[in-house]
């Protein structure tokens, strides 16, 4: 009796073990991305004048190296007109020289993170909102 009950005991940590043990090792998590868009200066340019147009990506998760692009609002299909990296504090810059009126926003595509350890961060697509470059 005494040898049946060690054996279960030993049988039942082993389980509890194993099960635990994976749980901790495997993990999937989603993070809805959110992108902010501005720029500067915030009024009208004359033709040619710089443009910065910059952001921020949060999560963190989301930020360093993630590639982000910037399209122009067009009839038909919007144009991309520029493509960068995320920098590591989620910050992201383009320096535009319009010659005429624009809208212009910026998109950063689904992201995936898998490890050896079975972890895996997705980080959603996300598009900012579209602004206005007003040319005098």
Not at 9 to 35: C, M, N, P, Q, R
Request: hydrophobic letters at 35%; a positive charge.
């Amino acid at each position: 009796m005494r040898g049946r009950a060690l054996m279960l005991a030993v049988t039942s940590g082993l389980l509890l073990t194993l099960v635990w043990s994976g749980s901790a090792i495997a993990h999937v998590t989603k993070f809805e991305t959110t992108l902010t868009i501005k720029k500067a200066p915030s009024g009208a340019v004359d033709p040619g004048d710089e443009v910065l147009v910059f952001g921020k990506v949060k999560p963190a998760k989301c930020q360093d190296g993630q590639k982000i692009s910037l399209f122009k609002v067009t009839p038909g299909s919007d144009n991309k007109i520029g493509t960068d990296k995320i920098d590591a504090d989620g910050e992201y810059s383009f320096s535009l020289h319009p010659r005429s009126d624009m809208h212009v926003y910026a998109k950063v595509p689904k992201k995936v993170v898998v490890s050896s350890y079975q972890h895996s961060h997705t980080c959603k697509a996300d598009k900012s909102d579209t602004i206005a470059i007003n040319v005098s």
